[in-house]
């Protein structure tokens, strides 16, 4: 799996991998209805590609080695130099879950946040019922700090958030089952 920086040159793929999971993820992504066009990409692209380059964000995409297309993206959002905190984001291609693909994606951004850029805590929120996407925090060692009502609005629904954080200095977690 490559994961590497979310770049102008790539939203063309980009859109598609959006577009061809459209209805897998509009449920729990609330900028899903927004991204509808190759230009509404190219926009997040330019975005991706400036806030790297001050720091504030860094998105990544993946893709298998001898395929071009992507097929998921992995974010460390609100990165702050200051307290070394960011968010943890993600999606994939609804034909690419189920094979653990973004328990590795994430390990290696997670060991990145850490080890690389010097992050001292990672926070991630996923709604309630989005058991897959909870199934994958709980399996990187991340540890529940509580709720947050209805903390976003996605297709005109309250989603209601389980929070959790990882901090550098937590124990790793076991190596996954073979
Ligand atoms: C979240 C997401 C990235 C996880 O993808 P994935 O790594 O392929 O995850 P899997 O499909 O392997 O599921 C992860 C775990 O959840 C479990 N799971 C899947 N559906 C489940 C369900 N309905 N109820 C309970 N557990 C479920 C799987 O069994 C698996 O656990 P296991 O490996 O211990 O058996 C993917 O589902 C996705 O892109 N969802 C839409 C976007 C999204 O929700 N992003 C995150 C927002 S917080």
């Not at 893709?63 to 071009?68: E, G, N, P, T, V």
């Not at 060991?111 to 850029?117: D, K, L, Q, R, V």
């Not at 903390?151 to 929070?163: D, G, I, L, P, Y």
Request: glycine share 6%.
């Amino acid at each position: 799996m490559l994961i590497e920086p979310i770049h102008t040159g790539m939203y063309r793929k980009l859109f598609r991998a959006v577009e061809d999971s459209r209805g897998f993820l509009e449920p729990w992504l609330p900028w899903v209805p927004f991204n509808d066009s190759p230009e509404a990409s190219l926009r997040y692209a330019e975005a991706c590609e400036a806030d790297w380059s001050v720091g504030s964000a860094l998105r990544l995409s993946m893709r298998f080695r001898d395929d071009a297309e992507i097929v998921g993206v992995i974010t460390l959002e609100s990165c702050s130099d200051l307290h070394r905190h960011c968010d943890l984001g993600y999606w994939l291609r609804k034909e690419h879950t189920g094979k653990g693909l973004m328990t590795e994606a994430a390990g290696r951004v997670i060991s990145f946040a850490f080890e690389t850029i010097k992050m001292h805590r990672i926070r991630c929120a996923a709604a309630e019922e989005n058991a897959p996407s909870r199934r994958v925090i709980e399996r990187l060692g991340f540890v529940q700090e509580g709720v947050a009502r209805e903390a976003e609005r996605v297709k005109s629904r309250w989603m209601t958030h389980v929070v959790y954080s990882l901090l550098s200095t937590d124990p790793l977690p076991p190596p996954p089952r073979p």
